[in-house]
T-cell receptor, first 115, second 109 residues
């Protein structure tokens, strides 16, 4: 069964450094998402991406964050200057259709640790 | 404010002991309620979508139901492999899912 793949599985970085988290969504999906889960907390929405542009973003997704679909297969999340509070598990997800009529398929996440 | 609340936070069951997990929501204009399973260190795995009150979905030992204010995930005769965190999420008039904090289920042989 096709799946969403994320790399790396674990990323350690120093505060202030830039990180890029990478995702390969399921090939025939059209909608792409990033969510994050701080340890022991809820899964939180960051951003949705459709038709090569951001369709919605949360308050968390400030100017330090950006997303890109550089080619037909990859979807990336960049954090320009990491903070300690960015430490979390970051999940990429994709779906065939809009969120209300098409289930999201999640990757297994990238654990980001900011020191 | 909390829009999705799940209870209990944790549940320990003996193998074969049926039970129910609850998800209550306060959003208006619900467009879908979703159940996911999450194993440790993994991403959420889709189980069910429910759209309207009275709807029911079943998969193996799991059955999800929906009312106007809450959803239940019924687990019949659970097995140890059903141990996981079960997440409920809703969507209304946006592109995002709003998740609850989950119920951590442990099933002992």
């Amino acid at each position: 069964e096709p799946e969403v793949t994320q790399t790396p599985s674990h990323q350690v970085t120093q505060m202030g450094q830039e990180v890029i988290l990478r995702c390969v969504p399921i090939s025939n999906h059209l909608y792409f998402y990033w969510y994050r889960q701080i340890l022991g907390q809820k899964v939180e929405f960051l951003v949705s991406f459709y038709n090569n542009e951001i369709s919605e973003k949360s308050e968390i997704f400030d100017d330090q964050f950006s997303v890109e679909r550089p080619d037909g297969s990859n979807f990336t999340l960049k954090i320009r200057s990491t903070k300690l509070e960015d430490s979390a598990m970051y999940f990429c997800a994709s779906s065939k259709g809009a969120v209300y009529n098409s289930p999201l398929h999640f990757g297994n996440g990238t654990r980001l640790t900011v020191t | 404010e909390d829009q999705v609340t799940q209870s209990p936070e944790a549940l320990r069951l003996q193998e074969g002991e049926s039970s129910s997990l609850n998800c209550s929501y306060t959003v208006s204009g619900l467009r879908g309620l979703f159940w996911y399973r999450q194993d440790p260190g993994k991403g959420p795995e889709f189980l069910f979508t429910l759209y309207s009150a009275g709807e029911e979905k079943e998969k193996e030992r799991l059955k999800a139901t929906l009312t106007k204010k809450e959803s239940f995930l019924h687990i019949t005769a659970p097995k140890p492999e059903d141990s996981a965190t079960y997440l409920c999420a809703v969507t209304y008039n946006t592109d995002k899912l709003i998740f609850g904090t989950g119920t951590r289920l442990q099933v002992f042989p």
